[in-house]
């Protein structure tokens, strides 16, 4: 077996990954005051020649955080002996920029980094899958360099899962944000249903990253308790309008929140995931713009029958 570089581990699960102490005198740094001393990152691999290089990358973008951070430090303490260290745009930490000292303690550009790999991560995701997607198409779709991309999610796998957190993100927000209660039952129903039809319609990559991850048999979103619990929030909306409609008449009794929200996925989801085989068997675009109307309302009609007294 090779020889791994300094800093360079084999972790417990035999990914490949890096073990960096960090230096003493940036203890009092802010990026790191409130950190453990040592820096533990996986590549997400355990191709130990492919974990090195991305490792090695990790390791030469931590210098360069480090170096930035000394930079700021002697700055602070008004030591003019050396320029400051400036360190390219894409080199930031995962919750400040490491830039020029005026930039100092603002979250803003990590967030804006960490979005900005979060649109071409989903991007390349939807488009190959887990398998096929490669950190470096990222990282060319994005002004971050790869190491940097790693800095900030750990590894190509922690990215995809928050990939998959923000997709299903999504949805959730926009069930959030209806505030049913103000609605009867059939009419926060109804409305449930259209907008699910609209974000599936709307956001083609989310069916296409559920689509692929079926076929990787669910394994890197498996026993994510974020998932689970983001996605509890699905059910409690479909199980509360029930519960309301069961009150007043509106809706029929003994029916299972789960299968009424696996109904209505279904429905909404399959228009857009078997778009291009429907059309090449049938002959018939689900997405033709004079039909969507017609399918919205025929999919609406069908949930409000199946939950009718």
């Not at 390791?59 to 700055?75: C, I, N, Q, T």
């Not at 971050?144 to 949805?171: N, R, T």
Request: hydrophobic share 40%; glycine share 8%; charged share 30%.
């Amino acid at each position: 077996m090779m020889t791994l570089p300094k800093n360079v581990r084999v972790g417990r699960n035999g990914r490949i990954g890096i073990l960096k102490k960090i230096p003493r005198d940036l203890w009092t740094h802010p990026n790191y005051q409130d950190h453990a001393k040592v820096i533990e990152r996986s590549t997400g691999t355990t191709d130990v020649e492919t974990g090195v290089r991305i490792a090695t990358g990790m390791l030469r973008g931590l210098e360069e955080d480090f170096a930035a951070a000394r930079a700021e430090l002697r700055h602070a303490r008004g030591d003019g002996a050396a320029e400051p260290v400036r360190v390219a745009p894409q080199a930031e930490t995962k919750d400040k920029v490491l830039a020029p000292p005026k930039q100092r303690g603002s979250s803003r550009g990590g967030e804006r980094t960490r979005r900005e790999i979060l649109a071409a991560a989903m991007n390349e995701f939807a488009s190959k899958g887990f398998s096929g997607a490669r950190v470096d198409a990222i990282a060319a779709n994005t002004s971050i360099s790869k190491p940097m991309i790693y800095y900030h999610f750990g590894s190509k796998e922690k990215l995809y899962v928050a990939v998959m957190e923000e997709a299903y993100g999504g949805m959730r927000e926009r069930e959030r944000q209806l505030n049913l209660d103000v609605l009867s039952p059939r009419e926060a129903l109804g409305r449930l249903v259209e907008v699910t039809f609209d974000h599936h319609a709307e956001h083609p990559e989310y069916v296409r990253l559920v689509s692929t991850e079926n076929i990787e048999k669910g394994r890197h979103i498996s026993g994510r308790p974020s998932l689970v619990e983001r996605n509890a929030i699905a059910l409690d909306t479909v199980s509360q309008v029930l519960e309301r409609g069961e009150r007043d008449g509106s809706f029929r009794t003994g029916i299972n929140s789960w299968h009424l929200h696996f109904m209505i996925s279904a429905l909404c989801f399959m228009r857009v995931s078997n778009r291009y085989s429907m059309r090449a068997v049938f002959d018939k675009d689900l997405w033709d713009a004079d039909d969507i109307s017609a399918q919205r309302a025929m999919i609406v009609d069908t949930i409000l029958r199946y939950v009718a007294p």
